[in-house]
């Protein structure tokens, strides 16, 4: 997460970290933690912060400096991105077995990620991103196609 991004939309919008808490829907004391680097931010805490500023999600990771892409939606769609995990999962040869040791889980949780029956975590999802370089703007279905580069 690239806090400098996430701070400098708060303060351009005139907004305190309460306001922004309070937008939300979550707790100062998370946003806090959030904001100065001390917690990892749930995923859909993530989507609701980058549709509140309309602004790409890799943007507020610093994957990409486009603040957001032409075809770009709001939310996510759940299908693309279990579908995405599972491709991804399978073309670095990862079995759910592995995958579930490696996040300290079980295997029916790497599962549920994959059958959009749960929300991943953020670092789970970027553990791909690290490792294929995809945007995670296409990877949860917000743009059609994936960019040419996610640092453009």
Known sequence: MERERLRSLREGQGLTRADLAEMINVSLDDYCLWEDGK?????LSLIDISDFYG??????????DMLNYDDS???YDKLDLAYNLRKLRK????THDRLARKFGVD???IIRYE???EVPTLDFVLFYLNKCGM???YMLGRINEPPNS???
């Open 39 to 43: 917690k990892s931010m749930p995923l």
């Open 55 to 64: 602004v790409s999600v890799d943007y507020l990771l610093g994957l990409s």
């Open 73 to 75: 939606r709001e939310g």
């Open 91 to 94: 073309q670095i040869k990862f």
């Open 107 to 109: 295997k029916d949780t």
């Open 115 to 117: 059958t959009a029956n």
């Open 135 to 137: 945007s995670l703007d």
């Open 150 to 152: 996610v640092e453009e």
